[in-house]
């Protein structure tokens, strides 16, 4: 508590100090930021009445102005004071009519399969934001631009400064230690891993791991099983809500991993480590106490 009250009197004076400097430095009123995409948004006034068509946008959002949600993805259960609100469609197929019909002045949506629906939204001139930050740095800046586009740039600088100091902390205590490698399944049939460009993927490596299939082009990409026993990961971080250490260990040639020899075959709630938000922070505390267990 004590370290949160510091950081928000810091970011206080260092706003104070600044005036309207950074994305709001526009014309009176006006704000202007740059999201995920690298498309500028902007805004000649704050947004009141925002739609999110993906989890972990909304729980971003949630923390920095939660009651300028309106609409929400069938998939967004976090935080459950969320439930009532109207849905627009499930992650894959938003429906951009369901949208325009709650009017809202912004709307937060991913990137990837997501594409249809934002061509959609600028043709109905509904501006939106893409929210998908494939690293932790990227989730620094949307939580310090989207507090800025929403009227709170207090909070959003403070989630930046707690993700900061978290990333500081682990890279001090991991420093000089083994990394072990790590294969990340975001589905296990077929199997799916984080690649490069993914949040995940960046958590291991801020964690102090290194991921077995990081060179591989996208952030998720389909891997084989042959593929999994060839990189022989000494730890495996099952992602899909779905699979456990038990199941995975039935599959064929997984007896033989050094993962499995060392009982290091972990279950890990996705809505937890596959979102990026707030609990990003404990995500990566998380991931970092698994791959040095005891600090070491």
């Given amino acids: 508590m004590k370290r949160r009250a510091g950081l928000i009197f810091t970011i206080f004076l260092t706003l104070a100090g600044c005036g309207r400097g950074g994305p709001e430095s526009t014309p009176e009123g006006a ?18 009445r925002v739609v999110s068509t993906a989890p972990d946008a909304s729980e971003t959002l949630f923390a920095l102005a ?17 439930a009532g609100l109207p849905v627009v469609g499930d992650f894959s197929n938003p429906d951009a009519e369901r949208i325009a019909a709650l009017s809202p002045d912004l709307v937060l949506v991913t990137g990837m399969e997501q594409a249809p629906l934002l061509a959609k939204l600028e043709f109905l001139k509904i501006p939106a934001y893409v929210y998908f930050p494939g690293s932790v740095e990227g989730l620094e800046r949307d939580f310090s631009e989207l507090g800025r586009l929403l009227g709170n740039p207090v909070e959003g600088d403070l989630l930046a400064a707690e993700l900061r100091g978290a ?14 490698r790590v294969y990340i399944e ?13 949040l995940m993927g960046d958590l291991v490596e801020t964690a102090g791991g290194v991921n077995v299939f990081g060179d591989l082009p996208r952030p998720f990409h389909n891997v084989t099983p ?11 971080l099952l992602c899909d809500g779905l699979t456990t250490p ?41 991931i970092a106490d698994l791959l040095h267990p005891g600090g070491g």
């Fill in 246 to 286: 038990e199941t995975a260990a039935r599959r064929t040639g997984w007896e033989s991993l050094s993962a499995t020899a060392t009982g290091r075959v972990h279950a890990l709630d996705p809505g937890l480590v596959t979102r990026a938000g707030p609990r990003t922070v404990e995500a990566l505390k998380h």
């Fill in 226 to 236: 042959e593929q999994i026993l060839v990189a022989d990961p000494d730890v495996v």
């Fill in 186 to 198: 975001i589905s296990g049939d077929p199997p799916m891993a984080a690649c490069a460009g993914s």
């Fill in 167 to 180: 990333v500081a902390d682990i890279s001090q205590k991991t420093a000089g230690l083994d990394q072990p």
């Fill in 31 to 48: 704000i202007t930021v740059t999201d995920d995409a690298g498309r500028t948004v902007s805004r000649d006034k704050i947004p009141q």
């Fill in 66 to 82: 939660p009651g300028k949600l309106v609409g929400r993805s069938a998939y967004c259960d976090f935080p459950p004071a969320i």
